[in-house]
């Protein structure tokens, strides 16, 4: 079946510092891939996406792309800020329509950007 | 705009007692969907409905029951609580698609004694 596997955490960065949050992933057809941020007391907002392969999802600094041939998209960001500590769920979604169409989610990763 | 609003943020029930989570949606979606989040494990699916009449278990259906009363609404009741049932509960919604995204609520955080 589907699934998604995360590296875990926590992440601990200094401000300023690049971040890598390795995500990976096994599915049938062609799905479509997401970024989640989780902050702390509140749900998950998509942080980006990509629905086919060699897409870049990009947004608020973060970028990750669609690597059909490795099965990952790893989520990165050149300088990060203290603003940046959360969760962070990868997640993909069978390229079909209908609801029966799930996401199913990683396990989530924590980065922790200190000062 | 509202988005997802979810009803209550805090519960703390005792073994046994029923209650039931609210979710409303604001965005005229068609597909709903209830979460649980625990640590170490990720979002599990507990049910879903892909449109107004419809509903399907998710991944860890036992123990809860769902009731898609109209468009907006999605409500998630629990029959008779277990400690097993303490976690942080989200509701979603989403266009119909594959590549449209779930919007979430802010989560109710549920302890069961």
């Known amino acids: 079946g589907n699934s998604v596997t995360q590296m875990e955490g926590p992440v601990t960065l200094s401000e300023e510092a690049f971040l890598t949050i390795n995500c990976t992933y096994t599915a049938t057809g062609y799905p479509s891939l997401f970024w989640y941020v989780q902050y702390p007391g509140e749900g998950l907002q998509l942080l980006l996406k990509a629905t086919k392969a060699d897409d870049k999802g990009s947004n608020k600094g973060f970028e990750a792309t669609y690597r059909k041939e490795t099965t990952s998209f790893h989520l990165e960001k050149g300088s990060v800020q203290v603003s940046d500590s959360a969760v962070y769920f990868c997640a993909l979604s069978g390229n079909y329509g209908g609801a029966t169409n799930k996401l199913i989610f990683g396990t989530g990763t924590l980065l922790a950007v200190q000062p | 705009n509202a988005g997802v609003t979810q009803t209550p943020k805090f519960q703390v029930l005792k073994t046994g007692q029923s209650m039931t989570l609210q979710c409303a949606q604001d965005m005229n979606h068609n597909s709903m969907y209830w979460y649980r989040q625990d640590p170490g494990m990720g979002l599990r699916l507990i049910y879903y409905?892909?449109?107004?009449?419809?509903?399907d278990k998710g991944e860890v259906p036992n123990g809860y029951n769902v009731s898609r009363l109209n468009k907006r609404e999605f409500s998630l009741r629990l029959e008779s609580a277990a400690p097993s049932q303490t976690s942080v509960y989200f509701c979603?919604?989403?266009?119909?698609?594959?590549?449209?995204?779930?919007?979430f609520g802010n989560g109710t955080r549920l302890t069961v004694t």
């Open positions: 979603a919604s989403r266009s119909t698609g594959g590549n449209s995204p779930l919007h």
């Open positions: 409905s892909a449109s107004e009449g419809t509903t």
